[in-house]
């Protein structure tokens, strides 16, 4: 079954910035949206970041302002830039093509990958 692939994982200090990849097997166009998904150990995932065609972007409170996130069609490659990273960022990342008109109707229409492993400590 077709999973997304996340990459761009690592340590970083505080303040630090990453840039986490993903891509699938199938054109994240054909979605209705793509997003990034975490989940911090002993944490329900949560959607914090979603890219539609026809919208702006939306994030997730806890990261408004610090992550960006960005697709690039042409290399059917989704992108999540993170900057500012503080500790509370620690979790695995997943990417996912997605479906829903609204942040709190969204759902993941792919499997789970692997996801990457992002640890922000001194």
């Known amino acids: 079954q077709e999973q997304p692939v996340e990459t761009g994982g690592g340590l970083v200090q505080p303040g630090g910035s990453l840039r986490l990849s993903c891509t699938t097997s199938?054109?994240?166009?054909?979605?209705?949206?793509t997003g990034w998904y975490r989940q911090a150990p002993g944490m329900e995932r949560e959607l914090i970041a979603r890219?539609?065609?026809?919208?702006?972007?939306e994030y997730h409170d806890s990261v408004k302002g610090r992550f960006t996130i960005r697709r690039d069609d042409d290399k059917n490659m989704l992108y999540l830039e993170m900057n500012d990273l503080r500790p509370q960022d620690t979790a695995v990342y997943y990417c996912?093509?997605?479906?829903?008109?609204?942040?709190?109707?969204?759902?993941?229409?792919?499997?789970w990958g692997q996801g990457t492993q992002v640890t922000v400590s001194s």
């Open positions: 996912n093509g997605l479906a829903g008109l609204q942040w709190e109707t969204t759902e993941p229409r792919l499997s």
């Open positions: 199938r054109s994240l166009f054909g979605f209705y949206a």
């Open positions: 890219l539609t065609t026809y919208t702006e972007p």
